[in-house]
């Protein structure tokens, strides 16, 4: 008991370092960004001429798309194979991710088709013929960063392989985990990347005020708040009405019950936080251990309906800004692409923004200038993200418990009520460490000792 305690520990005080630098990062990027508007503002001239630092960060997502694209889709097509072998669980978890996650993006365009957000600012991109005694030392430190490769070659190309690693049957094993430690480490440098976020966030959004004026503002912040409402709104209408049909279960009860957790991803701006104490609470609940051990690791990689939400709202953004807004197929055609894309977002910061750049490229590479607007506002938007992608998987969880029948309800009834609280000192080492949990956990780590 001792040593399992002294386990927890060190986990903990780990916990509490990257969330101080996590901070140290948001506070960055929101001083980033009123500096850059003020002087936009101020100094419309001098905001044009930093548009550079914003191309150069996005020039470094760009480099990042293809190897994020192939890792996450090599490997989430091995993890449906691995989850749809768990039987009745893994069949209908994954089936219900798809569609909620297909009906989250649906909600995205159908609220951007009526706000249209960014529309009117007609951002025009960076001249390079402008000011060439500036522009050729920025050429030559633009050109150090490597060309992007392109989008659709390398979804394609993931797709044969992840089936062919799937016919390969245990021999695949080492290779899946090779790219497993490539996707770690492609994530890794992503992570390092997104430390430049303030620099770009700056530049960026001082050359779009200096363009356009106060309307980039007002821009950007009828964008957040039409994102925080919709995601809002999805919570409790979509999830909470399903929610109560399903299992009787208020959606208010559960977030509350989830209310320390909610604490953590708002302050990580990550679902991924709060994965471990997520399993443990969904087996207090009553949900039981295997479905709790297929569908919540499962849910991080399939089901993430913030993230599907804010890439389609983001993209029409983006093409409304440029002033070449998306026509209803390729808005469709973006969906589609979205669905598989987005996979594997969840977690990781600026994983959802290269997803995000990743459509646009696809669809329209002339649209990717855009994405700097979204550099700055990103932050402020993963918020939302982080806990729609969490609550939508604790109202699956229960939801997938609930259609197998191996949920107990007289223990949630008990739980929710508060008569029956979740100890705290019974989060135990092994749920430390999301690694340890993948689509394949029939038995997760108990969570009482």
């Not at 299992?247 to 709060?274: D, H, P, Q, W």
């Not at 990103?378 to 418990?401: C, Y």
Request: neutral net charge; aromatic residues 8%; charged residues 10%.
């Amino acid at each position: 008991m001792a040593s399992q305690r002294g386990e927890s520990a060190a986990p903990a005080k780990a916990a509490r370092k990257g969330l101080d630098k996590s901070h140290y990062l948001y506070i960055a990027v929101i001083a980033a960004v009123i500096l850059g508007a003020l002087v936009g503002l101020l100094f419309p001239e001098v905001g044009k001429s930093l548009k550079p630092l914003g191309d150069g960060f996005i020039k470094l997502i760009k480099m990042m798309i293809a190897p994020i694209i192939f890792c996450t889709i090599v490997l989430g097509i091995g993890s449906i194979a691995k989850a749809a072998t768990v039987g009745k669980v893994g069949g209908l978890a994954l089936g219900y991710f798809v569609l909620m996650s297909t009906f989250a993006l649906g909600i995205g365009l159908v609220v951007g088709n009526l706000i249209h957000p960014g529309e009117g600012l007609k951002l025009a991109a960076y001249d390079p013929n402008k000011k060439a005694e500036v522009d050729s030392t920025v050429s030559f430190l633009l050109g150090i960063i490597p060309g992007d490769i392109p989008v659709l070659p390398t979804l394609f190309a993931a797709i044969l392989v992840g089936f062919a690693l799937q016919k390969m049957g245990p021999q695949a094993t080492p290779i899946l985990k090779a790219i497993g430690h490539g996707q770690v480490l492609v994530f890794r440098i992503l992570i390092m990347i997104m430390w430049l976020a303030p620099v770009g966030a700056f530049g960026a959004i001082a050359a779009v005020v200096g363009a356009t004026g106060f309307q980039a503002i007002v821009s950007m912040f009828t964008l957040m708040a039409a994102f925080y409402i919709t995601c809002a709104l999805f919570i409790i209408i979509i999830l909470g009405g399903l929610l109560q049909v399903v299992t009787g279960v208020n959606i208010f009860k559960l977030m509350k019950y989830l209310g320390r957790e909610y604490l953590l991803i708002f302050s990580t701006s990550s679902s991924e936080a709060a994965l471990p104490r997520l399993i443990a609470k969904m087996e207090h609940l009553g949900v039981s251990k295997p479905v709790v051990g297929v569908t919540v690791p499962t849910g991080y990689s399939f089901n993430l309906d913030g993230t599907a939400i804010y890439l389609t709202m983001a993209s029409l953004f983006v093409a409304n800004a440029m002033g070449t807004p998306l026509d209803l197929g390729a808005q469709v055609s973006l969906l589609i692409f979205m669905i598989i894309a987005s996979k594997g977002a969840a977690g990781v910061t600026g994983a959802g923004l290269a997803t995000l750049a990743a459509g646009l490229q696809a669809h329209k590479p002339e649209l990717l200038g855009g994405v700097g607007m979204i550099v700055g506002i990103d932050r402020f938007m993963s918020e939302a993200r982080a806990l729609t992608n969490f609550t939508g998987n604790a109202v699956a969880t229960l939801l997938i418990g609930t259609w197998v029948k191996e949920i107990d309800n007289d223990q949630v009834g008990r739980v929710l009520s508060g008569e029956v609280p979740f100890d705290e000192q019974t989060m135990i080492a092994g749920h430390g460490d999301p690694a340890d949990h993948t689509a394949t956990d029939a038995k997760p780590v108990p969570a009482t000792v």
